[in-house]
């Protein structure tokens, strides 16, 4: 009777827990989590393969390649397409989705959907600021320039400086990280990766990065996505252990 009582308890204690956390403290408890979770499957694998790819395309001069391709294979409907991947992965609309899915959620009642909305804000802001410290030190030129895959001039506050990595295909690939990591379905994964190859392709096609600029840049964003997203809950990190006196609750952080 001692032990019922106590794992009764116990089921108190980790509910109060879980619905007494505020706000603040549960951001910072999935931020904290983050790096640690980058280091789950399929997370380095993806991020390994994509970013040898990247380095690839770059030294290999491929980047080139697929830039004069792209510059003489143009269509009206490319170009359409274009103009929606450039519209899509800037900052109002990055901003206007996690907003929408907190707002839609919050009128639903849907705790899922704001999660997922306060998540996907948050592995922007994170992707964001990881992308822009990679493009003031690496201070790559944009293909627009002609000066070259390899010119580089770091730590220099210029845009034109700060082709890789991409900073739309970073919002893209994040995107398509949360959505991953937080739903199981297909409409929505075919959906999601078919946005983030539209933003990819945009980039390239505009002149406005190098392919290794946009695969490394969806890779920051897919990553940081996929492992602030795949935080376990409260509930789930409660384990309940045997004591002298009963069942003792222990919250794993």
Not at 20 to 42: A, G, H, K, M
Request: proline content about 5%; aromatic content about 6%; some cysteine.
């Amino acid at each position: 009777m001692r032990g019922v009582l106590a794992f009764a308890i116990a089921g108190t204690m980790c509910t109060a827990a879980d619905t007494t956390q505020t706000l603040l403290q549960t951001v910072w408890d999935e931020l904290c989590q983050t790096p640690s979770n980058l280091t789950r499957e399929p997370v380095p694998t993806v991020a390994a393969t994509t970013s040898v790819v990247a380095i690839v395309l770059w030294l290999s001069g491929a980047d080139k390649t697929v830039r004069e391709a792209a510059r003489t294979h143009r269509s009206p409907t490319a170009d359409a397409l274009a103009q929606i991947g450039n519209t899509a992965g800037g900052l109002g609309p990055a901003t206007a989705l996690p907003l929408a899915l907190i707002v839609g959620g919050s009128i639903a009642n849907s705790s899922h959907t704001v999660t997922s909305g306060r998540q996907l804000l948050q592995a922007l802001a994170v992707a964001g600021a990881v992308t822009t410290a990679l493009k003031v030190a690496v201070g790559r030129a944009r293909p627009f320039r002609n000066r070259g895959d390899s010119y580089l001039l770091p730590f220099r506050w210029n845009d034109d400086q700060w082709s890789f990595p991409s900073g739309h295909a970073t919002v893209a690939g994040t995107i398509a990280g949360v959505a991953f990591a937080r739903s199981n379905s297909t409409v929505l994964h075919v959906a999601a990766s078919a946005l983030a190859l539209t933003i990819m392709g945009a980039r390239v096609y505009s002149d406005k990065h190098w392919t290794s600029d946009v695969l490394m840049g969806a890779t920051v964003g897919g990553c940081i996505g996929y492992a602030l997203a795949r935080v376990p809950p409260l509930w789930r990190r409660c384990h309940l252990l045997p004591s002298s006196s009963g069942i003792q609750v222990a919250v794993e952080w």
